[in-house]
Every structure is written in C-alpha cells, then in structure tokens.
C-alpha cells in the first residue's frame, strides 16, 4: 500500500486483515520459553541504540506489532530476529524488545498496537531509509476502549496454552482485534480521525507517549533527550509540550515519579534510605534526601516514621 494512501481506517479495515489471514504460525514471534521476560537486564551488546530508537526496553502492559511493508531487524530478548512484512510479535508484559534498525537499514513501516485497562494506542513506525523517520506518520490513543485488552489477553493466552486448533483461535481473535479498533475510530470526533500533523491530537499522543516511557523507566539513569527520541520529537519541543499539557516542566514529572516510588518503598523497613534512592534513580542518597524534603516537608528517615507499623 502507497504510504500517501494509509489512514487509520485503511490499516484496519483492509491491510491488517489482508495480512492476519495470510498469518502462518511460525510469522508469529511470541516468547513462550519466557526468555525474553526471565532477563534482569537487556544484552549489554545492544544497550547503545543509534540515534532515534530507545534502548531495549519492557513495558508492564501488552504490546502487538506488525510488519506493513520492508524489513525490520529486531531484538527479541537477546535474540536478534528480522521481521518481514506480515511478520507479527506478541509482546507480553516484561517482554525485553526494541527495533535494531541503523543507519544501514531500508525503509519499512511497522505497525505498533499498545493495550492499556480502558484505552488502546496505535503508532506506526515509518522508517525511510538511513536512519530517518516520518514524524507525522499516524499516531491515535482511543480512550474508553477496554474491549481490546481483554482481546489481547486472550490472544496470550491461546499462545502460551498453545491448545489443539490455538493458531485458528488467535487469527480470529487478531480479526477481531481489527473490528474493535475499526468500532473505537468510528466513536472519535470527525476532526481527529484523519489528523496526521501535530494538532491537538497527536500532541496528546507524544505527551502520553512520553509519560508513559517515564513511568516505565524512571529507575534508570534518564533524560530529557532520551524520552524525546522515543517520542519522535526534539528535546526542546517535548519540554514545552510537558509544560503546556501537564503544567510542569519534564524534570519535575519525573521526580515525582520516583518520588511517588521511593514513598511506597520507605513502607518496608527491610530496604535502607540508600538502597531506596538506588532503586528509584538516585546515585547519591544525600542528593535524594534533598529533593525528598523539598517535595514532602520532611526527610525520608522523618517520612517513614510517620508511616503506620507493619504487623508481624
């Protein structure tokens, strides 16, 4: 399909589908030994992305992708795989992945679904060639949407079951999949259904895009360019975005977000105020306990005696 003839509605309504029934079972990547969620660390040879792609990365939610169009190397785990158009990849929560494509790679365009309680996101990745992206390929959360997770987990579910007839069963459900989507478009306003620029609706979808990457790795060392990158968009434009939408600056939201971590944590008494601020990104537990006081009035030591005894 030409990539000036792609909508959101397209991808659903006819190139998904064409590509799920044309699915064989060895064209779905999916990781039933576990390996890929047993890691405590992705592999250290592919820790250094080239520019425009995140690290390896896991999410505590689902993620589904599919290949539209070229070929896309990708790690799986610590296996490197090459998807081919038609090629999909269930990502079960706490799934090591991210895309290896470098300067070196053609252009390919790889659908993205992501499953959250009660909404659902699509993105496509449309790379052209040499390391370069379209930054205004389409981007949509639907909100209000919790039919998909529940079809997403019982697509898990038929995978890692792997029962008499589970192959048939996941084909129907990914064309299921497709309807449900098709149904959560057809519910958006008129005005964001085909917005492919940065209006209102994909700035929205950038800033959640960002939080979301936030959340998932405020543990680790972490900034502004970083989070950017996998957003599709220059540091600096982020900034504003974070300060507009959210009314704080980037810095701020993710402190709070240790923060928020490190006050959950100081309920165990097993875990010193060091090993606390190491667990939720600080390197210097004088420096954490700084910007605790700030952010709570007292220190961490003062926080958790304040905090209710755990019963033997």
């Known amino acids: 399909m030409a990539r000036a003839a792609r909508t959101v509605e397209s991808v659903f309504a006819r190139e998904l589908p ?14 039933r030994t576990r390996r890929a969620r047993r890691l405590t660390r992705p592999p250290e040879r592919w820790a250094h992305p080239p520019k425009g792609f995140p ?46 494509a470098a300067e070196s790679c053609g252009p390919y365009v790889l ?7 009660d909404r659902a996101a699509m993105h496509i990745q449309d790379h052209l060639g040499g390391g370069r992206f379209d930054t205004h390929a389409l981007r949509r959360w639907i909100h209000g949407f919790p039919e998909a997770l529940a079809c997403v987990n019982a697509i ?6 792997a ?5 048939h069963r996941v084909q129907g459900l990914l064309l299921q999949l497709c309807g449900l989507y098709e149904r959560g ?22 800033v959640e895009t960002a939080v979301e990457y936030v959340r998932d790795h ?61 667990r939720v990104g600080f390197d210097n537990p ?7 006081r700030k952010h709570s009035g007292v220190s961490p030591v003062q926080f958790r005696r304040k905090l209710p005894k755990r019963g033997r």
Not at 111 to 117: E, K, S
């Open 163 to 167: 029962q008499p007839g589970h192959f």
């Open 55 to 100: 690290p390896a990365h896991r999410h505590p939610h689902y993620e589904i992708c599919v290949l539209l169009s070229g070929q896309c190397p990708f790690l799986f785990g610590d296996a490197r795989r090459t998807l081919r158009r038609g090629d999909l990849a269930v990502l079960s929560p706490g799934t090591y992945h991210r895309e290896l």
């Open 286 to 292: 004088f420096y954490f306990s700084r910007v605790f």
């Open 111 to 117: 659908l993205w679904l992501t499953f959250h309680r």
């Open 156 to 161: 898990d579910l038929e995978l890692w079951t």
């Open 18 to 31: 064409a590509l799920v029934r044309a699915l064989a079972p060895e064209r779905i990547l999916f990781d």
């Open 218 to 278: 405020f543990a680790q060392p972490l900034d502004l360019g970083e989070v950017a990158q996998h957003a599709g968009v220059s540091p600096g434009y982020l900034s504003a975005l974070f300060s507009r939408t959210l009314g704080r600056s980037f810095t701020d939201f993710l402190a709070a977000c240790r923060l928020e971590e490190a006050e959950r944590l100081l309920a165990d008494p097993a875990l010193s105020v060091k090993e606390i601020a190491a």
């Open 185 to 206: 478009l057809a519910r958006m306003p008129a005005g964001e259904k085909d917005a492919t620029q940065d209006g209102e609706d994909v700035q929205r979808w950038r």
